[in-house]
């Protein structure tokens, strides 16, 4: 199902010239959130790994790990491939929000466009929030450049005509 025209958003997504790792951000969620996340990457059979500073382990099956304490206060990312060519960097820092990034060199054209946006859909039922994608750093500052939505269970572009 095509919900977005690359022709809409191609100015957007141009990596060299806004950013190359939009952030994807779902608000308001809780530990329960992030269990359902895993547990759609296991039953979807999305690739995923869990790294701890500069060591990756294996995702662990209860959402509260990924929270264990960090005396050491490394960083933590879930790294998912929802496809094999399409990867979302999750960082695990509070379970009050998923956030993470993706690559713009691997949303290029029409069918990377519709491939995307299935993938945030399917966040965004599973988890029956919101899923928006922001410009590279703004999740917290900036209206999102497009979203599923849940009321419509779609994706929608939101940014409007790019302003060079």
Same mark, same amino acid.
């Given at each position: 199902? $095509?919900?977005?025209?690359?022709?809409?958003?191609? !100015?957007? =997504?141009? /990596?060299?010239?806004?950013?190359?790792?939009?952030?994807?951000?779902?608000?308001?969620?809780?530990?329960?959130?992030?269990?359902?996340?895993?547990?759609?990457?296991?039953?979807?059979?999305?690739?995923?790994?869990?790294?701890?500073?500069?060591? $990756?382990?294996?995702?662990?099956?209860?959402?509260? !790990?990924? =929270?264990? /304490?960090n005396p050491e206060g490394w960083l933590r990312s879930l790294w998912v491939w929802p496809q094999p060519d399409i990867e979302l960097i999750l960082r695990v820092w509070t379970p009050e929000v998923i956030v993470g990034d993706v690559s713009l060199h691997e949303l290029q054209g029409q069918e990377r466009l519709d491939d995307f946006c299935g993938i945030l859909r399917r966040l965004g039922q599973r988890l029956g929030k919101r899923v928006g994608m922001y410009a590279e750093g703004c999740y917290d500052a900036y209206p999102p450049m497009l979203a599923y939505e849940v009321t419509q269970d779609r994706v929608v572009f939101l940014a409007g005509p790019w302003r060079a």
């Open positions: 199902m $095509r919900e977005i025209e690359w022709d809409e958003v191609q !100015d957007w =997504f141009d /990596p060299v010239g806004n950013g190359s790792a939009p952030d994807i951000a779902i608000a308001d969620t809780t530990l329960d959130d992030w269990q359902a996340l895993l547990t759609m990457i296991r039953t979807d059979g999305w690739r995923a790994e869990y790294e701890i500073g500069d060591e $990756r382990v294996g995702v662990p099956a209860s959402a509260a !790990d990924l =929270f264990v /304490p």
